[in-house]
C-alpha cells in the first residue's frame, strides 16, 4: 500500500461537502466510484471521503437509543466501565474497505477524532457502531463505548457525522504524528 508523504504540519481543518450516507454509498456502486474524488488534507496527509455516519432512527426520526448492557448476563457482577452505561447507537459504514491505515472523525466540518486500524469495515462495523453487551463492563472496550456514545450525542443534536480514511501499512505512525501535531477533541492525550 502507499504512503502519502508527509508534507509541513498545520492546523487540522475540514470544509466538506454535502456526500452520500453509507447506506447509499454500499447500495449504488455508482456513487461510491465518485467518493474517490473528495479528499480531506489533515496534517500533510489526504483522506478519502468514506460515508456520512447514519444511524438507526425511531420512527419520529430521532436516534434510537441503546442500552445492550441490560443484555449482558452479568454473572461475575462485573461494574460499568466509565462509558458503559451510553447511551449508545447503532450503525454501519460499508463492509468493503478491509485496508489498514488512519480514520477520521469529522462532526459539522471539525475533526473530532483520529484512530488507526488493520480493518476499517471491522473497526466500526464491529466495535464502534455495535456495542457489544460485555464491551460495557470492566475488562470491555471502553474506547468502542465513549466514541459511540460521542457520536450518538452529536447525532441527536442533528450534526452530521463523517468518515475519512487514509490508507497506509504504517498507520500507527500516522495517527502518532496526527495526534502529536492536532488536538482533536475526542481523542485521549
Not at 20 to 41: C, D, F, M, N, W
Request: with cysteine; hydrophobic share 30%; aromatic share 10%.
Amino acid at each position: 500500500m502507499n504512503e502519502a508523504v508527509p508534507r509541513s504540519p498545520e492546523k487540522p481543518q475540514a470544509k466538506i461537502p454535502a456526500r452520500p450516507t453509507a447506506r447509499e454509498v454500499e447500495g449504488e456502486k455508482r456513487q461510491s466510484a465518485g467518493l474517490g474524488h473528495e479528499i480531506l488534507e489533515i496534517g500533510g496527509y489526504d483522506f478519502k471521503y468514506i460515508c456520512e455516519i447514519e444511524p438507526e432512527r425511531n420512527d419520529d426520526g430521532t436516534v434510537r437509543m441503546l442500552a445492550p448492557q441490560d443484555r449482558y448476563e452479568n454473572t461475575g457482577y462485573l461494574t460499568l466501565n466509565r462509558y458503559g452505561a451510553g447511551p449508545f447507537c447503532k450503525f454501519k459504514i460499508p463492509w468493503n474497505i478491509s485496508k489498514c491505515g488512519v480514520y477520521a472523525l469529522v462532526v459539522d466540518e471539525q475533526i473530532h477524532y483520529v484512530g488507526e486500524t488493520e480493518n476499517l469495515s471491522n473497526r466500526f462495523n464491529m466495535g464502534y457502531g455495535n456495542i457489544s453487551p460485555r464491551n460495557c463492563f470492566a475488562g470491555g472496550q471502553e474506547t468502542n463505548c465513549r466514541i459511540n456514545s460521542l457520536i450518538f450525542d452529536k447525532l441527536s443534536e442533528g450534526c452530521r457525522v463523517t468518515l475519512w480514511f487514509h490508507t497506509t501499512d504504517e498507520y500507527k505512525k500516522v495517527e502518532s504524528a496526527l495526534r502529536e501535531i492536532g488536538a482533536f477533541g475526542w481523542n485521549r492525550v
